[in-house]
C-alpha cells in the first residue's frame, strides 16, 4: 500500500514537472511578444516619469509653552474680591491630539487659503494661487456661474457664495486628503510638525508659513480669551472711577469757592463740601483697588498668552520627490512584461478548456 501511493506521489510529481516545462516552453516561443510588451512598457514609464510633476514637501516644526503656576494663585485670589475671574488656566483643549485636528481643521485650512500672499508680482490669496497652479480656470472659461469667480485676500467669508463654499471645499478636500500632514513626534514632547506637499514648490513653503501662522493666533487669541475680557472690564472700571474721582475733586473746590468768608456759625453751607469729601475719599480709595486689580490682570493676561515657538520653517529649495526615467524604466518593463505573461498564460489555459469541452 505504502510503495503504490509514493509511485502514485512520483508520477503526479513528474507529471507536475512536465506541466511546467511545458508551459515555460510556450512562454519562451512567444518570447519576442514579451519582449515588445517590456519595451513598450518601458517607453510609457519613461514617457510618465517625464509627465510625472515632481512633489515638493515644505515643513514646518514648532513648540507650545504655556506658563502656568507660580504666584498667580494670589493674583487670583485678589481679584475675586471684587467678583472678577482673570481666567486661571486655559486647559487641555487643545493639547496632543486636539491640537493637530485644529491645524486640519476646515476653518484653519480655509482662513489660510485666503491669507494674502505675493505671486508673479501681484497680491493674491493663497486660494487664487491654488487655482492657477492647478489650471481650474481654463475648465471655467464655458461656464457661467465660475467664470467671474474670484477670492480676493483677507476677504470675508461669511459672504461668500454658495459656489466659492463649494469651491473652497474642494479645495480643503483636496488639501486635507493627501497634501497635508500634521504629526507629534512624542506625546511626551509639545513638538508638532506640519508637512504640505504640493507640485508647486512656492504654494508649498506659502501655504505651510501661513497655516502656522492663522494657528498660532487662533490659538493665542483663544486661549487668553478670558483673561483679556476681564482685564477689559477692570480698564473700563477704573477709567469710570478716575472721572468720578475728578469730578468729586473739582466739587470740593466748588463748594469751598462757594463758602469762603462765610459766617462760621452758618455750617449748613458746608455740608455740600463735606459730601464731596467724602466722594473724593471713597473715589480714592475704590481707585487704588481698581488699579491694583487691573496690574494683576495684566500679569495674568502675560502668563495665559502661551508662546509658539516655531524651531524649523521650510527654507528653498524644498525637498523634492521626483518619479526618475530610470524607476519609469524598471517598472514600466517589469509591469509589460508582467501583463504580457500573464494574457498569455490565460490564452492558453482558455484554449485547452475549449479543446477540452
Not at 48 to 62: C, E, N, Q
Not at 222 to 242: F, G, H, P, V
Not at 322 to 332: S, Y
Amino acid at each position: 500500500m505504502n510503495n503504490k501511493t509514493l509511485v502514485n506521489e512520483e508520477i503526479s510529481l513528474k507529471d507536475l514537472i512536465l506541466q511546467l516545462k511545458d508551459w515555460f516552453l510556450y512562454l519562451l516561443s512567444k518570447w519576442k511578444i514579451i519582449i515588445a510588451a517590456a519595451l513598450f512598457g518601458t517607453l510609457l514609464g519613461i514617457t510618465y516619469s517625464l509627465i510625472k510633476k515632481p512633489i515638493y514637501t515644505a515643513s514646518l516644526s514648532f513648540a507650545l509653552e504655556d506658563e502656568k503656576g507660580g504666584g498667580i494663585g494670589g493674583a487670583l485670589g485678589l481679584a475675586n474680591t471684587l467678583g472678577l475671574d482673570l481666567g486661571g488656566s486655559g486647559g487641555g483643549i487643545f493639547e496632543g491630539s486636539n491640537l493637530t485636528e485644529l491645524i486640519k481643521s476646515r476653518s484653519m485650512v480655509e482662513k489660510t487659503l485666503l491669507s494674502a500672499v505675493k505671486y508673479d508680482g501681484k497680491i493674491i490669496s493663497l486660494a487664487e494661487m491654488y487655482i492657477q497652479i492647478n489650471e481650474w480656470r481654463a475648465d471655467w472659461a464655458e461656464i457661467p456661474k465660475l467664470a467671474n469667480v474670484q477670492f480676493l485676500p483677507n476677504s470675508d467669508r461669511k459672504v461668500f457664495t454658495r459656489v466659492q463654499d463649494s469651491i473652497l471645499g474642494v479645495m480643503y478636500k483636496n488639501l486635507s486628503k493627501s497634501d497635508l500632514s500634521v504629526a507629534q513626534k512624542d506625546k511626551k514632547i509639545s513638538i508638532t510638525s506640519i508637512d504640505i506637499s504640493s507640485t508647486n514648490e512656492i504654494f508649498a513653503k506659502y501655504f505651510c508659513d501661513a497655516l502656522a501662522q492663522e494657528v498660532s493666533d487662533f490659538y493665542i487669541a483663544t486661549k487668553s480669551k478670558k483673561a483679556r475680557m476681564n482685564m477689559a472690564i477692570l480698564e473700563r472700571q477704573t477709567d469710570s472711577i478716575r472721572r468720578e474721582l475728578n469730578g468729586a475733586i473739582m466739587g470740593v473746590a466748588v463748594a469751598n469757592d462757594n463758602t469762603f468768608n462765610l459766617n462760621p456759625a452758618l455750617n449748613v453751607r458746608r455740608t455740600p463740601s463735606a459730601k464731596r469729601q467724602v466722594d473724593v475719599q471713597a473715589n480714592t480709595a475704590i481707585l487704588t483697588e481698581l488699579v491694583k486689580q487691573t496690574e494683576l490682570a495684566k500679569v495674568t493676561l502675560r502668563k495665559e498668552t502661551p508662546l509658539i515657538q516655531i524651531i524649523d520653517r521650510p527654507i528653498l529649495p524644498l525637498n523634492k520627490v521626483a518619479f526618475g526615467k530610470f524607476k519609469g524604466v524598471l517598472i514600466g518593463g517589469f509591469l509589460g512584461a508582467f501583463f504580457s505573461i500573464v494574457v498569455l498564460l490565460c490564452k492558453r489555459l482558455l484554449k485547452n478548456v475549449i479543446d477540452i469541452s
